[in-house]
């Protein structure tokens, strides 16, 4: 697909590196993450500084070419949607049978190098966490992304299990899928980002 043009940077971008907006039935200006709404479509670096000046300048009315309505809080309403879009990704890898669970197991296919994702619950136990970031340091192969982001609750309702503290998920297509959520939804985050890429 071509580069498209932000509308409030005016720089060109792959639409991998935009977000999408268009104007609903309604009037009211609502982000398309897939790029697949009908309609003329307004595209907005994906950062959320750029999102929130875009809702600053009412630069959403003039590229739509009409008045819209746009709500006070649209960078955050994007920020939830990527965030909820990245566990989504990781509960359909669940279901492809690619992610493994458990500290004993995680850290053992870490150290294999057989992982693409490892995830550490944010309020999980310090010393775990610590262990898992040296066996994600260990893997043999290109390590994996050592994200730590979400809490125990997020990654058990993604997952389908109670609370899940360390969850990895295994090298391939789906693993592709959320690295792609996960870089979207850590980009758009101002100041950090949710995982830490081992050196």
């Known amino acids: 697909?071509?580069?498209?043009?932000?509308?409030?940077?005016?720089?060109?971008?792959?639409?991998?590196?935009?977000?999408?907006?268009?104007?609903?039935p309604d009037g009211a200006v609502v982000p398309d993450l897939r790029a697949r709404l009908p309609g003329r479509g307004a595209w907005v670096t994906a950062q959320r500084q750029t999102v929130e000046?875009?809702?600053?300048?009412?630069?959403?009315?003039?590229a739509l070419k009409r008045d819209v309505a746009v709500a006070r809080d649209l960078a955050e309403m994007v920020e939830h949607l990527l965030r909820e879009r990245t566990l989504a990704a990781l509960g359909l890898a669940a279901r492809a049978?690619?992610?493994?669970?458990?500290?004993?197991?995680?850290?053992?296919?870490?150290?294999?190098?057989?992982?693409?994702?490892?995830?550490?619950?944010?309020?999980?136990?310090?010393?775990?966490?610590?262990?898992?970031?040296?066996?994600?340091?260990?893997a043999p192969r290109a390590r994996p992304t050592h994200v730590s982001g979400f809490s125990a609750a997020e990654l058990g309702l993604a997952l389908g299990r109670p609370n899940v503290v360390h969850a990895g998920v295994v090298a391939g297509r789906v693993a592709a899928s959320l690295e792609t959520a996960l870089t979207r939804y850590e980009t758009y985050r101002p100041g950090g980002t949710t995982s830490v890429r081992a050196a």
């Open 1 to 24: 697909m071509n580069d498209r043009r932000c509308i409030v940077t005016r720089q060109s971008r792959p639409p991998g590196e935009l977000i999408r907006f268009v104007a609903g």
């Open 53 to 62: 000046r875009a809702v600053r300048s009412n630069a959403f009315s003039r």
């Open 97 to 138: 049978g690619a992610v493994v669970t458990g500290f004993t197991k995680v850290d053992r296919a870490a150290r294999r190098g057989d992982l693409a994702v490892v995830l550490t619950a944010s309020d999980g136990a310090a010393d775990g966490r610590r262990k898992i970031a040296a066996a994600v340091s260990a």
